[in-house]
């Protein structure tokens, strides 16, 4: 009797084994399905939180953030690349209050962006006056877009300039230019404020400064910040006449 169980034991054994590891195995595949859950629901709080950050920073709601990713996955994303979120809601707004909002939130956010730089570039002035002292300044630092050139009348000058207390941009190179002397001291006779960018300088202080000196660029201008001398090496004026002057 006892052999003739022995199979049906061995049997049962192998089944209880088999019944074992597919249980230990959906408990794993369980734990796995858990674990995967769990971390795509981490993933999509980190991101809503993410969005909600960066919609507070523009001033606007959950649901607009959401429209101008949607706006920058699509056609406009495509047209313009790296659009600001107040721009592309703004060009794309479906009613005219929207328009209005977002005008209004854009001028509202470029005027605080001016303040911030215009106190930081104050701040970077006095710096160099207490380290330079009264030493004419060339200055490497500004936080404005790089110039393009713009049509110019004769002697360098744009065409139709008004008088009054403007100030202009002047693109020269030392060598290679003769306009360019020209037309720093035409806007210097007539008592201009002028933001001078030389862009053969080679970052070399001292080149500019003795080409001021030579010009009769009156330092008292210079220090007071009448005129300022740049180092214009980064413009991308390649291919163009200089001097470039421009009202800005």
């Known amino acids: 009797m006892a052999t003739l169980n022995r199979p049906l034991w061995r049997l049962s054994l192998l089944l209880a084994a088999l019944t074992f590891q597919a249980q230990a195995q ?3 595949e369980l734990a796995e399905h858990i674990d995967l859950h769990v971390d795509q629901t981490q993933h999509a709080e980190t991101r ?3 969005s909600r950050a960066q919609a507070a920073q523009w001033g606007l709601t959950d649901q607009e953030w959401e429209r101008y990713e949607t706006l920058m996955q699509g056609r406009r994303g495509i047209l313009s690349p ?6 592309a809601l ?3 707004a479906r009613t005219d209050q929207e328009r ?3 005008a209004e939130l854009q001028a509202r956010f470029e005027y605080e962006r001016i303040e911030r730089e215009l106190a930081y570039q104050r701040a970077y002035d006095e710096a160099i006056q207490r380290l330079a002292g009264n030493e004419p300044r060339i200055s490497s630092f500004t936080l404005r877009p790089e110039l393009s050139a713009g049509a110019v009348g004769p002697g360098g000058l744009p065409a139709g300039v ?3 207390p ?6 020269v190179s030392l060598a290679g230019c003769s306009g360019c002397d020209k037309a720093v001291q035409d806007l210097l006779a007539e008592g201009r404020a002028i933001n001078v960018w030389v862009t053969d300088s080679g970052g070399d202080d001292a080149r500019i400064r003795r080409w001021a000196t030579d010009l009769g660029i009156p330092v008292e201008r210079v220090t007071s910040g009448a005129i ?4 214009g090496t980064s413009l991308n004026v390649s291919g163009q006449t200089l001097p470039i002057v421009r009202l800005r």
């Open 100 to 102: 209005q909002r977002y």
């Open 48 to 50: 809503a939180l993410d």
């Open 26 to 28: 959906g408990r794993s």
């Open 82 to 87: 790296g659009l600001d979120p107040l721009t």
């Open 228 to 231: 300022t001398l740049n180092h």
């Open 90 to 92: 703004g060009v794309e």
């Open 166 to 171: 403007v100030r202009y941009d002047v693109i």
């Open 162 to 164: 008004a008088s009054g």
